[in-house]
């Protein structure tokens, strides 16, 4: 949801392109979620949505709130841009954090 933001705050010609690409994955992602709420447990089922609605519309709203009313022009861009990518690659390294270095 973040990159949707950031995608309509973008003022060029490929923001288009982007906006679609970004509202697919969001749709594909929202597919997942519901497919694995359907066949979770009880809990499981609870835990997600904990999990989902708390940190993530929670978070959402308040760096909305934020950028509008704290950032203008291409600084909110900027900044958004660069929050958007610390988390995708918390997201991508976030499995890497398993990895145990094990001596031989």
């Not at 976030?94 to 001596?103: D, G, M, Q, R």
Request: glycine content about 4%; some cysteine; overall charge positive.
């Amino acid at each position: 949801m973040l990159w949707l933001y950031y995608a309509s705050l973008k003022s060029e010609s490929n923001a288009f392109l982007l906006i679609t690409v970004i509202s697919v994955g969001c749709v594909i992602e929202a597919i997942y979620i519901a497919l694995y709420l359907a066949y979770a447990s009880k809990q499981a089922r609870m835990l997600t949505l904990r999990l989902l609605i708390l940190p993530n519309f929670g978070g959402y709203c308040s760096i909305l709130l934020l950028f509008c009313f704290l950032a203008k022009g291409s600084t909110r861009v900027q900044l958004l841009g660069w929050i958007c990518m610390a988390f995708s690659i918390a997201v991508f390294a976030a499995p890497l954090s398993i990895i145990v270095i094990t001596n031989m």
